[in-house]
């Protein structure tokens, strides 16, 4: 019964201790920013409540301060801790000009002053019902204390010339996969000056797979499209667009089409507008067998070969014929690499060319409508071109390669 006495005594004892010591004064306030009914704030101030004791983690709350005009509308921003001690609100937007009211909430501080008369209480208090007092909530209560509301109020008077806008520095970007690239923001404001602000905005990129961005030098990760912005604030630039290619032989090839797309129509896609399906020119510089070693000739050759079967599916009709008469260069041409590079007579040329329609008519209607071509071609006689004058039916002058 002694014990049970002891223990109640105890614990009121306690209680009043405990109602002393959260019933804090503002003695732990060092200063407030801006100060209460400062006048000519700039519009980018951020509310700073700095304290002596360090800030209570779990104690804070998104609206432990809380910023309203003087309309009463809140201000919508974030709030933080800055250096443990300092209780800082980051409006979203800048203040525009006018009369702003600030309230502070109770928040706990965190008083590690040690041999406290509090704590030497709380920790025998905590020592009847614990064996490791660490566990005793209310030990671990004893070195918090609470502050009182803080009110007052601060004037922005915004005279700083504001943004009107802000621009990219490129209006579209082909990059190549193996290169960086830099690029820059501009913000122009209405006093008509203009300043660079590229270190402080914000990159919006569509698809950062494609493109990646280290303050302003922008690093290809793989090929592909994507559109790129830069925000500062509330403002964003307009959208460009960014592409990143595969450069072979200093050919700059297509994007890899949708397969699906692709193939889905009887001319597919050609997307840099050359008269060559992109699968088809890319395959011939990435994956093409290179009969002869003259990698480039042969690339070339293949390129004028691929745009004559083309012009098949486009015209199977073979009017005026001139669907026969590319088909021929192109065969003519292959003709003349072989004469001026004495290379061995062989089916090399035919091969080159069957291997390179199976790949133009992978499809069962750009089969079909080739066939219908070569019918136009059925029960007549051609003659062949003077080796000669073979050089002249290529597109490119294949000497010099």
């Not at 509310?47 to 004791?53: A, G, K, P, R, S």
């Not at 004028?304 to 003519?332: C, F, G, R, S």
Request: proline content about 4%; overall charge positive; aromatic content about 8%.
């Amino acid at each position: 019964m002694l014990n049970l006495i002891k223990k109640l005594s105890l614990l009121f004892l306690f209680s009043l201790t405990l109602q002393a010591q959260t019933g804090l004064s503002q003695k732990h306030l060092i200063s407030l920013s801006p100060e209460p009914s400062a006048q000519e704030i700039s519009a980018d101030t951020s509310i700073e409540v700095q304290y002596d004791l360090n800030i209570s983690k779990h104690s804070l709350h998104k609206r432990a301060i809380v910023l309203t005009n003087v309309n009463h509308k809140k201000i919508k921003g974030k709030v933080s801790i800055k250096n443990a001690n300092t209780l800082i609100f980051t409006p979203n937007e800048e203040l525009g000009s006018g009369e702003y009211r600030v309230k502070v909430k109770k928040i706990n501080l965190q008083d590690y002053t040690p041999n406290t008369r509090f704590k030497r209480f709380a920790k025998r208090f905590c020592s009847y019902f614990y064996d490791d007092v660490k566990e005793c909530r209310l030990y671990r209560y004893a070195s918090r204390v609470k502050t009182k509301p803080i009110k007052y109020s601060f004037s922005v008077d915004d005279n700083k010339p504001k943004i009107v806008r802000i621009s990219l520095s490129k209006s579209n970007i082909q990059l190549n996969e193996d290169n960086t690239t830099t690029i820059s923001v501009n913000a122009k404001y209405d006093d008509n000056t203009s300043i660079d602000i590229t270190n402080s905005i914000e990159w919006i990129i569509s698809n950062p797979n494609i493109i990646s961005i280290d303050k302003n030098i922008i690093t290809p990760i793989k090929e592909g499209t994507t559109t790129l912005q830069a925000k500062f604030n509330n403002q964003t630039t307009a959208e460009i667009s960014l592409t990143v290619y595969k450069e072979i032989n200093g050919y700059k090839l297509p994007p890899e089409p949708d397969p699906t797309i692709n193939n889905s129509t009887l001319l597919g896609i050609d997307s840099n507008n050359n008269g060559v399906r992109d699968d088809v020119e890319r395959w011939i510089f990435l994956e093409m067998e290179i009969y002869n070693g003259y990698e480039k000739i042969e690339q070339v050759i293949a390129m004028q070969e691929a745009k004559a079967n083309q012009m098949a599916m486009i015209d199977p009709t073979n009017a005026y014929d001139k669907v026969h008469d590319v088909m021929k260069a192109a065969l003519d041409c292959w003709a003349w690499y072989s004469h001026s590079k004495s290379l061995p007579f062989d089916d090399g040329m035919m091969k080159f060319s069957r291997i390179l329609q199976d790949k133009s008519f992978n499809t069962k209607e750009r089969l079909k409508t080739y066939w219908q071509y070569d019918s136009t071609l059925a029960g007549r006689v051609f003659s062949s071109t003077p080796t000669l004058k073979t050089k002249t039916q290529c597109e490119i002058s294949i000497d010099e390669l």
